[in-house]
Structure formats: structure tokens, C-alpha cells
């Protein structure tokens, strides 16, 4: 059988500016449809969303962008100076951070919720994003972004991190949890 005879046309979609295959045989070999695709998200602004099922487990993609000191990443960013501060930090270690604005990929666009569908994994100063349950085509990837920031909660920050997920336990906030008070006997 001749080479030709085994290339099956397959279509291509711009993920993030870049041109994917998805579909079809190239060469007698299989092309598996992306995990996931990047469009317009009910939860804000554009998100990510699986485009074949994804099984529980599944290293979906590794974050990405610059490696910067906390003390940096201070400077570049001042949540409480903009209406809607850019949460595209994620810590790695004491040390280190990586600014998701700068050099980042899809992950980027993964959007918070308080019922997610994957969770973030730090190996050897990488950050995976990773399944915690099967995720079925069209369902929008979600983690729980559990954001912290220094000193006590003000005001401003309900509505600077205002949680829109629309979950049933939404907790209103993509700020982490408070740590329940011990209480005085």
C-alpha cells in the first residue's frame, strides 16, 4: 500500500494562535483529538474546556510562564490598585512563582471554582493541572484557585475576588477558606 493511500485528511483548529490537528490518520498513525480547547466561558472571560473525555488522574497540562521571586511578583502586581485584579500567579515554593502572564499557556485560562474538576500538582517545581474526576467533552476544566493573601480579610476583597462559578456549595470567593477560630473555653 502506498504512503499516500494511508494519509486520511485531518482538520485543524487554532488553539491559543497555534494550529492543532485533531481527527483522521496522518501516515498510518492515529491523530487523538486534543484534550482540551480554549473559548468563551459562562464563568469568566474565556476558559478551558475538554474537547474528548478526560479521564480521572490525567496530567491535563503543566502551567507555564516566567519564573519570578514573590518579591517581583509583589511589584508587578497590585490586586487592590485594579477593579479586577489578574490571578495568573501560582505559587511553586518559598522561593519561586510563576507568572502565568507572562509566557504562559492555556492554563492560563482555567477558570476557579468552588466544585472543581481538577486540582493543581506541584512535582519537582512543576505545576500540573490534573483531573480529580472524568470529565466528559464540552465540560469547562475548573480548579479551586484557594488564593491567599497576607493580613487580615477586608471588605474590598469580596468583591476584588468574587467568585462566579455558580456552583451549589459556592462559597462566594476564590479566597482559600478562613481557618475556623479555635474557640475560648
Known amino acids: 500500500m502506498a504512503r499516500e493511500e494511508l494519509a486520511v485528511r485531518v482538520r485543524r483548529l487554532t488553539i491559543g494562535g497555534q494550529s492543532v490537528k485533531i481527527g483522521g490518520r496522518t501516515m498510518g498513525q492515529a491523530v487523538r483529538t486534543p484534550l482540551f480547547e480554549v473559548h468563551e466561558s459562562s464563568i469568566h472571560g474565556v476558559g478551558v474546556f475538554a474537547s474528548r473525555r478526560i479521564r480521572k488522574g490525567t496530567r491535563v497540562i503543566e502551567y507555564l510562564g516566567e519564573r519570578i521571586t514573590h518579591e517581583v511578583a509583589d511589584e508587578r502586581y497590585h490586586d487592590d490598585a485594579t477593579e479586577h485584579p489578574h490571578v495568573l500567579l501560582f505559587i511553586v515554593d518559598e522561593a519561586i512563582v510563576v507568572d502565568g502572564g507572562h509566557g504562559g499557556n492555556e492554563a492560563r485560562f482555567i477558570n476557579h471554582s468552588c466544585d472543581p474538576n481538577c486540582e493543581a500538582v506541584v512535582v519537582n ?61
Do not use: S
Request: hydrophobic share 25%.
Open 125 to 185: 517545581g512543576h505545576i500540573y493541572i490534573q483531573a480529580i474526576k472524568t470529565i466528559q467533552p464540552g465540560v469547562e476544566l475548573t480548579y479551586d484557585y484557594r488564593l491567599t493573601r497576607p493580613g487580615r480579610r477586608r471588605a474590598i476583597w469580596k468583591q476584588l475576588y468574587a467568585c462566579h462559578c455558580g456552583a451549589p456549595n459556592c462559597r462566594g470567593t476564590m479566597l482559600e477558606p478562613p481557618t475556623p477560630r479555635k474557640r475560648k473555653r
